[in-house]
Structure formats: structure tokens, C-alpha cells
């Protein structure tokens, strides 16, 4: 034993006797739903068991497992531990078997032969401790893992492209959970699960091996062995879930009970063990070639740093020429198809469903084929293929006018094949939108024919339907596929619609994706439509048409007039135009203003006129008016006003006698107010039509002031009626109430002066002192003719 050993037993043992213990946090996350149960631990194991040398920490650097990687030359491990090289033929030990295990298995060696890695199997089978081969002996990790869900662990291999350890088993409902160790961290990482092919997993065995690219290649065997492949990306791509695979043909391998070892040769082939024997089968065929070895009682696995060439055969769906159409693909070694697959879904592109990457023999042919799958609604015939290779390198590989590829003559050359189609169609869609009379709201428009009628410029061809119109349904599109004898025909199409009644063309574009790449943007001036023309096999025609109902324009304004008074604004009325698009709003208002509206007859008003207005007629520019209703003709623009203004004032009062009620003439006032000042302020009692003075009621002694601004007045008698006195002077108010009537102040009386006499009726006081005075004036006059009499008398 070495002194370094003896150490490091002693240190655990102490370890144990203080019952110390270091685990670490699980570093891995089960598939969703799966039920997964994982422990992923760094643990101190008891000391019976640590016979092996025990690191405390991950795989140290520089340490080599000096392996060879040669053609004919693979590894196996025995259950007990012991490592077996198998060089053409010849088997022999490698370096000293593990010490103090239950179950070694999941060989995995790395790129180049340095490193070599493998687990003890627990008794419950689930629990996987990590092993590395330093060159000479295997040694014990303090990495192990658990997962519950497994019924067993059963394989191992190493990515040759990462140097990560892979790990996993099969569980019983048809799964292989696959876990991610990284040798440098101690890290474990459940990756995913690979639906195995056949039910009853449980009872399956199997092993897997990765290529220099990093594809996986998973063996699964029981009664027949099939291999299953999962690429790379998708790998680096996984979170725990269902990983898509590819699964290549199943077959019997001959005097196997079940296969529980893999490994490639460098030209390709694949060795396959059991417990005590190796044979080499072609990976495309499962012919066997030879048998490598016998006689290795307990091997449980197998492994290489050889890396397979492979196969992956994708499809390429340019455009298809209806959605149900699915491609079948295969990869056949002469009369033995090696691989399967069968596109699904509508989409275009690459299709994730794919041949491989199949291990293949470097240097043998292979022939690759496609067919329409059962269900599709077209004939491959629809379609226009091509079919092209290259190599890992990215250089070309040539193709047979057959579809059969060669596998370049060099270890783990790597083939990527490509079926391209391109349906010999073209698609038209038309759709019709429709908008609200605003031109907003854009929905689809049933009940609309639109046409695309087809002209095949170039060759021949057939339209599906062939009427060139169709009407269009609830979701308001309808379509045409223009089918073409072949790759080189083309097409005129030429997209219009039938204009409806009541309705405009407001726009209209096409946008034609060429199935070579790129896009043609084509804009509609009209209804009339517009021809597409150099239509080719691929393109996709899609068109919108756009139409909303025909219209006016009607503009509703708001006047306000305050000569008289107020201050009331535009703003202060609501102003409505009833009709086939009822609008209504306040002056300025967008709502009114330029209000895009159904052609026909509206009915205009308005609301929350304040008091004290008056509403004059409506007029309108650009549309017919009748009383409170205007025309709006289509494409017209009309725009009605509607003047308020202010109601005048107007006060009335008569001139009385007071003493007995008669009307009096001749009175004279001076008012002052508002919209009255001096020398404009005089009323003379008008008593005979016309009334030219303010008076404006030609009866002796009554009066009548119109057209008054709002506001307070007083009004002064500054004349009587001849004989009486003078009545001082009164006050009245106009107001929003009270303007556009007529306040009536009532009889305004005088009193008689002293030593008149009155008439007995009004509007005759002046004529009784005119004769009076004249009856005095002849009067006097006789007294001095009397007088000169009586002198002439005397003096004679």
C-alpha cells in the first residue's frame, strides 16, 4: 500500500470517527411532471469501502488514463472492476481493478485516450459513484449521484467534443433519463429523458457513445437492438425535459441475449458486447462483421475514443402547397433503410424532424429518398426538389443524379444533407377590409367580391378555384393556389373588387413574397385593381383592400351678437345635427367641426340658449338649406352658422291727469342709461304716426322706448302738459329676464296747476287758454275804442 494511501484512509477513518459529513446541493432538476428523484452528493463513504485511493475534490489536472485510440481497438470493464483493452482480437488487462465496489459499469473514455471515467453501481442500482482511471488504477471520486426514478444505471460515456461525462438508465415507463457530470466541478446536471423506443423499458439494457462533434448515439436493447441518436444542440439546449431524438432501424443481434455495451471503430462500425462477448455489426445495416472477442465472463460495458462518421438527413419545406402536406424521409445502405423520418405541422423552413445523425461507415454509399407521407393532399409532383450535402468542413459532397452520397474516407467525417422543396404553386390571398364612415374601426368586410384573375404568361397552369371572383365570407378573405407545370411557368395575376353602392376605395396594397427571398411591395389606386405580373412557383400574393362608407363634411358654428347686452360666448350653446350620422357639439369642437358624416338631410338645433337671446335663422355654405334642415351631399362640405344675439329692452308709460285719469299730450322727458346720452336722450310725446323721435307709440300721452341695451334707466319729465305741473321722474331695469318685452310702467300722473280749468277730455288744455286769452284780448280792445269815442265827444 502506498504511504500517500495509508494517509488518506487514516484521514477518512478519523473523518468517520467524528461522523463528519459534506454533501452538496443537488445540481440537477427533474424533467416536468417525470417524477424525477435526484440526489447529486460529495460524501465521505465508510471506511470498509475505501479500499480504492479517494480524492477529496474533483479530478485533479494533468492525469492521463494513457489509453489508445487506434482502429480495432476498444475498451470493456468487468462488474468487478477490471478494465480489459481489446486490440484486434486480443484481449488484455488494464491497470489494477477497482477495490471495494458492488457493481462497476458506464465505461466512458475521453478524446485522445487521457481520460477514463466510470461508476460503481449501488445495490438499489440507482446510486452511481464516480470512478477515474489515473493511468495505472481506478480511484474514487467523492462525486456520486442518485435518482430514484431509474430502475437501473446501466451506461456511460464521455463527450468527446467537451470532455463531460454522461451518465443514465432506463426507467419503467419508457424512458432513458440522461445526467450531465462534469468532471472538473463534481457538478451534476439532469439533462433530460429520450423516449425509448419500445414499452417495458424496464427490462432494457444498453449503453451510449458520443462522436467528436458531441452527438449522442444511445443503444437501447432487448429482444432487438436499436440505436438512437440526439445531436448536439440539442443537448446544449436542454432544461431537464424531453430530449427529440432520432431513431434509426431496429435489429436482432444474433446470440445476444441483450447488449449492454457500445463502442465505435474508427471506420465507423460499431462494437456491440454482452457479458462475455464483443462483436462488430455495420451501424447501417446491423450486419455483423466479425466477432471481436469472447470469453469476457462479467463485462458490463464498452468503449472507445474512436468517433463514428455520420448521416443526418433534414428537410427543407420552401413553401408548401398545402398545409396538410408531409414528407416522408429515408436513408437506405443498399437494400437495408437505416433511417426514418416524417415531417409534421404546417410550418416552412427547416423541419425539426430529421434522419441522424445516423452512424455510418466512412467510405460506403448511401441513398437518400423523400416521398409525400400518407394524408398529404398533394403529389410530390406539386413540388420542385433538389437535394445537397456537405461535409463537417462546410465543403460540398457530392450528389448522384440517384440521390446517393458517399461518406468521405476519414475517421468521424460528419455528412449534412438537405432535401429543398419549393411547391410548383403560388398563393393569392385577398382581403377586404372595411371601415366605419370616420375611417377607423378596420374590420373584415363579408359579402364583397374580389378577383384575382390569372394569365400564364410563361408555359401553363390551372387557378383552384377557376372563377376569377369570389365573395367574401365572416372573416372576409378569400384565396386562389396557382399551380404550374414546372419551375421555369409563370403568371399575370391581376387583384380587383367590385365597388359597392354607398361605399368608397380608400386604399389597396399588395405585397408579393418571391420565393427566391425578398419582397415586392405593390400599392391599388383604385377598385379597378392592378395587375402582378413575372407571378413564380413559390410566391405568395397577399392583398388588402380598404373601403369605407361615402361621406360629407358638416361643419355646425355658433354666432353671438351682444349689442344689446350679455356676455354669453359660442361656447355657451350646444349645437346638433340630426341625421343619418348624428353630430353634436360646441362650437370648435372637432366633434362639429369638419365632422366627416353620411351623406343625406340633417336636422340642426341647438340647446342651453342663455335668457335674454334670440336665435336667427340658420344659413350654410356648400349644401342645400331649408328652414332648421341642410343637405349634405357625398364628398360635400357644408358648413351652417346660426346667429344669437341679444333681445333689446323696451318700457312703456302713459301721461295722466291725475285728478281725472285723462291722457295727457305735449310732455317732454330726458332718460338717461345705457345706451342713451345727451343731446340723444329727449323724448318728445309722439302724437302722429310716423314716430321719427324715441317716442315710438303715436298716441297723445303714451309712450314706448324700444331697442334699449341692458341695464338700468331713469326717466325725467322736463316739460308737463300745458296747465300742469310736472311729475318728477321714474326708473325701470332691462334685463336677460325682461329684454324682448315690452315693461309696461303704467300711467304716470301730473297735478293741474292753480286756477285752471282742465278739459274734460285728455289732449285739449292748451285750446281753453288760447280762447281765453283771446276772449280778454277783445276785451281790451273794446275798452280803447270806447274811450277814443268819449275824447272825440268832448272835444268837440
Known amino acids: 500500500m502506498h504511504i500517500k494511501e495509508k494517509v488518506a484512509r487514516a484521514v477518512l477513518v478519523a473523518g468517520l470517527s467524528l461522523g463528519l459529513t459534506c454533501s452538496g446541493a443537488p445540481a440537477s432538476a427533474s424533467e416536468p411532471g417525470a417524477g424525477v428523484g435526484v440526489v447529486a452528493a460529495t460524501t465521505v463513504v465508510p471506511a470498509a469501502q475505501a479500499l480504492s485511493p479517494v480524492r477529496p475534490a474533483s479530478i485533479p489536472s494533468g492525469v492521463s488514463a494513457s489509453l489508445t485510440c487506434a482502429p480495432q481497438t476498444l475498451y470493456a470493464v468487468s462488474s468487478s472492476g477490471q478494465m480489459r483493452r481489446i486490440a484486434n482480437g486480443a484481449v488484455s488487462t488494464v491497470g489494477a481493478a477497482a477495490q471495494g465496489i458492488t457493481h462497476f459499469n458506464g465505461l466512458g473514455i475521453g478524446a485522445d485516450g487521457k481520460t477514463a471515467l466510470a461508476f460503481d453501481r449501488s445495490s438499489t442500482l440507482n446510486t452511481a459513484r464516480i470512478y477515474y482511471f489515473d ?25 468527446l467534443s467537451t470532455g463531460d461525462y454522461y451518465l443514465g438508465g432506463f426507467t419503467s415507463d419508457s424512458r432513458f433519463l440522461l445526467t450531465r457530470y462534469v468532471p472538473s466541478t463534481g457538478a451534476f446536471t439532469l439533462v433530460g429523458s429520450i423516449n425509448a423506443p419500445t414499452a417495458g423499458s424496464g427490462t432494457m439494457n444498453g449503453d451510449m457513445a458520443f462522436d467528436a462533434r458531441g452527438n449522442l448515439y444511445l443503444v437501447a436493447s432487448n429482444s432487438s437492438t436499436t440505436v438512437l441518436s440526439v445531436t448536439a444542440a440539442s443537448l446544449a439546449a436542454a432544461s431537464g425535459g424531453l430530449l427529440p431524438s432520432s431513431q434509426s432501424f431496429s435489429f436482432t443481434t444474433a446470440g445476444f441475449a441483450e447488449v449492454n455495451g457500445v463502442a465505435f471503430n474508427n471506420n465507423g462500425s ?45 428537410k427543407n419545406v420552401a413553401s408548401r402547397a398545402a398545409g396538410s402536406d408531409q414528407f416522408a424521409l429515408s436513408v437506405a445502405k443498399g437494400s437495408t433503410v437505416s433511417g426514418t423520418a416524417t415531417t409534421t405541422g404546417s410550418a416552412t423552413g427547416i423541419q425539426a424532424d430529421q434522419i441522424g445523425p445516423l452512424p455510418v461507415l466512412q467510405g460506403a454509399t448511401y441513398t437518400l429518398t423523400e416521398q409525400m407521407a400518407p394524408g398529404s393532399t398533394s403529389p410530390i409532383a406539386t413540388y420542385a426538389s433538389s437535394l445537397s450535402c456537405v461535409d463537417e ?49 378596420a374590420r373584415p368586410g363579408s359579402g364583397w367580391t374580389l378577383g384575382a384573375a390569372t ?73 379597378s385593381g392592378v395587375a402582378l405580373s413575372n407571378i413564380a412557383p413559390g410566391d405568395a400574393i397577399d392583398c388588402t383592400l380598404t373601403n369605407k362608407p361615402v361621406s360629407g363634411l358638416l361643419t355646425l358654428k355658433k354666432q353671438v351678437d351682444n349689442t344689446y ?5 359660442p361656447a355657451d350653446w350646444t349645437l346638433t345635427g340630426a341625421g343619418p350620422q348624428a353630430i353634436t357639439g360646441k362650437t370648435g369642437e372637432s366633434a362639429i367641426t369638419s365632422a366627416v358624416v353620411a351623406p343625406g338631410s340633417y336636422a340642426l338645433s341647438e340647446s342651453g340658449t342663455p335668457a335674454g337671446y334670440q336665435a336667427g335663422p340658420w344659413s350654410c355654405t356648400g349644401g342645400t338649406v331649408t328652414g332648421a334642415s341642410v343637405s349634405v351631399a357625398a364628398d360635400a362640405d357644408v358648413v351652417c352658422t346660426i346667429t344669437n344675439a341679444s333681445k333689446p329692452g323696451s318700457v312703456a308709460w302713459t301721461k295722466t291727469s291725475e285728478a281725472t285719469g285723462d291722457m295727457l299730450s305735449g310732455s317732454e322727458w330726458t332718460v338717461s342709461g345705457p345706451s342713451l346720452a345727451a343731446p340723444d336722450n329727449v323724448v318728445v310725446d309722439c302724437i302722429a304716426s310716423p314716430c321719427t323721435g324715441l317716442d315710438k307709440d303715436p298716441t297723445p300721452g303714451a309712450f314706448r322706448l324700444d331697442d334699449l341695451a341692458w341695464g338700468s334707466y331713469t326717466a325725467t319729465e322736463t ?78
Open 455 to 527: 394569365t400564364f404568361t410563361t408555359g401553363s397552369g390551372t387557378a383552384s378555384p377557376s372563377a376569377t371572383t369570389q365573395v367574401t365570407p365572416a372573416s372576409g378573405s378569400v384565396s386562389w393556389q396557382l399551380a404550374f407545370e414546372g419551375a421555369s411557368a409563370r403568371g399575370e395575376v391581376k387583384v380587383s373588387e367590385q365597388q359597392q353602392s354607398g361605399w368608397e376605395f380608400v386604399s389597396g396594397v399588395c405585397t408579393i413574397a418571391r420565393a427566391g427571398g425578398g419582397s415586392q411591395t405593390v400599392p391599388l389606386a383604385g377598385p
Open 565 to 569: 347686452g350679455g356676455s354669453s360666448t
Open 270 to 314: 460499431m462494437f456491440l458486447g454482452s457479458s462475455d462477448t464483443v462483436r462488430e455489426y455495420d451501424t447501417s445495416t446491423g450486419t455483423l462483421i466479425s466477432v471481436t472477442a469472447t470469453g469476457l465472463s462479467g463485462s458490463t460495458d464498452l468503449a472507445s475514443c474512436n468517433s463514428p462518421a455520420n448521416l443526418t438527413l433534414r
Open 719 to 796: 316739460r308737463a302738459p300745458v296747465g300742469y305741473i310736472a311729475a318728477g321722474s321714474l326708473s325701470f331695469t332691462v334685463t336677460p329676464a325682461n329684454a324682448g318685452t315690452t315693461q309696461d310702467l303704467g300711467p304716470q300722473t301730473n297735478e293741474q296747476q292753480s286756477g285752471a280749468r282742465l278739459p274734460l277730455t285728455g289732449g285739449v288744455g292748451a285750446d281753453a287758454f288760447v280762447i281765453s286769452g283771446f276772449v280778454v284780448l277783445l276785451g281790451a280792445t273794446a275798452s280803447v275804442l270806447t274811450l277814443r269815442l268819449r275824447s272825440r265827444r268832448s272835444s268837440r
Open 135 to 159: 493511468g495505472s488504477r481506478w480511484v474514487r471520486t467523492t462525486d456520486s449521484y442518485t435518482n430514484t426514478s431509474l430502475v437501473s444505471f446501466v451506461a456511460g460515456a464521455i463527450d
Open 393 to 441: 468542413t462546410g465543403a460540398a459532397v457530392t450528389v448522384s443524379s440517384e440521390s446517393t452520397v458517399t461518406i468521405p474516407n476519414r475517421s468521424g467525417a460528419s455528412v449534412e444533407c438537405a432535401f429543398v422543396n419549393r411547391a410548383l404553386t403560388a398563393s393569392v390571398t385577398v382581403h377586404k377590409v372595411v371601415q366605419d364612415i370616420r375611417g377607423q374601426d
